[in-house]
């Protein structure tokens, strides 16, 4: 199959497992879930998983990552990862989704400025109207309900979003000197450790949710 096809699919279905987020987010902070635990126990969970795949489908994984890969850039793209979510999740608990939703999203812009930057990408034309479509799209889309407004939560968007083209940029770094499925594996470890180390600082895992609360 074409690599480019198969590519749109994944993105496609990455965006559409990226957009239950906020709604599962929802019902496990009414379970009792505190921000940090639904976003330390995602990863968690997460990195078991992949680095279960690498270990059985690719061994040498962990030899090569270790040996080809600067540890700051897998270092930074998971604490920039940990604090993407993190402050994404914090907006969703403030403010609507829609709303939470749209502050995140312009992730995408500042992805753009970063390349322009640090890489003298050049800014199309047609690139700045995409992603302005987009953020309207996305506006239009998920409706933003302006009845639930907290300064602190729309910050948590914004700071959210810019959070995460750090971790674009710094995992693009990574995945180019490395396979997708060990960078991933490596890089949501980081993550749920820096999530860990902040509950254990801020006493933010308790882990008293309800049983509907684990369920999410």
Do not use: H
């Amino acid at each position: 199959m074409n690599r480019y096809i198969v590519g749109v699919f994944l993105s496609t279905l990455s965006g559409v497992c990226y957009g239950f987020l906020p709604v599962l987010a929802v019902y496990a902070y009414r379970g009792g879930a505190t921000v940090n635990e639904y976003v330390f126990l995602r990863y968690a969970i997460s990195s078991v998983f992949l680095l279960l795949y690498v270990a059985v489908y690719k061994p040498y994984g962990f030899k090569m990552f270790i040996k080809s890969i600067p540890v700051v850039l897998p270092l930074a793209a998971g604490v920039f990862q940990g604090a993407a979510d993190y402050f994404y999740m914090f907006a969703v608990d403030r403010i609507s989704a829609g709303l939470a939703a749209i502050l995140f999203f312009t992730f995408i812009v500042w992805v753009a400025v970063w390349g322009f930057i640090f890489y003298k990408e050049r800014l199309k034309v047609s690139g700045i109207v995409g992603i302005a479509l987009a953020l309207v799209g996305l506006a239009l889309v998920a409706g933003i309900s302006w009845g639930k407004i907290s300064t602190i939560g729309i910050i948590a968007g914004l700071a959210g979003g810019l959070a995460c083209s750090g971790f674009v940029m710094y995992s693009n770094k990574v995945q180019e000197k490395q396979d997708t499925a060990v960078s991933s594996a490596f890089i949501c470890l980081i993550t749920a450790v820096s999530l860990f180390l902040l509950g254990g600082v801020n006493g933010s895992l308790q882990f008293q949710m309800s049983p509907g609360g684990w369920l999410f």
